[in-house]
């Protein structure tokens, strides 16, 4: 009788320190699962924000303006456009208009 309560005594201290154990864990992990989902909410708002600052900074009069400062451009007109004759363009012309396809020519050319 004496080892059979000192096996159950020994299963109920083993069982009750397990038990302190899942509790132990299952709070860490809960903690864990708490401070991820905080960060997880912080990147989301992080890339909002990244994606706001993406459009604003891609808007067209920005890229324009960037254009004309940085890299000395200027908005193409016909008197400073170049037309260059290509012999290529006639087999182009050709290929294409048997596709069906149309041929945008230079001024003064037939297509």
Do not use: W
């Amino acid at each position: 009788m004496m080892r059979l309560n000192l096996v159950l005594l020994l299963a109920v201290v083993l069982s009750s320190l397990y038990l302190v154990n899942l509790q132990y864990e299952s709070r860490r992990l809960y903690s864990e699962l708490d401070r991820a989902q905080a960060q997880a909410g912080r990147l989301s708002a992080q890339s909002e924000r990244l994606q706001v600052e993406k459009r604003a900074q891609a808007t067209s009069a920005r890229v324009e303006n960037l254009a004309k400062t940085k890299l000395q451009m200027r908005a193409a007109t016909p008197a400073i456009t170049t037309y260059v004759a290509n012999p290529q363009n006639a087999v182009a012309s050709l290929t294409l208009a048997q596709t069906g396809h149309s041929v945008a020519s230079a001024p003064g050319r037939e297509p």
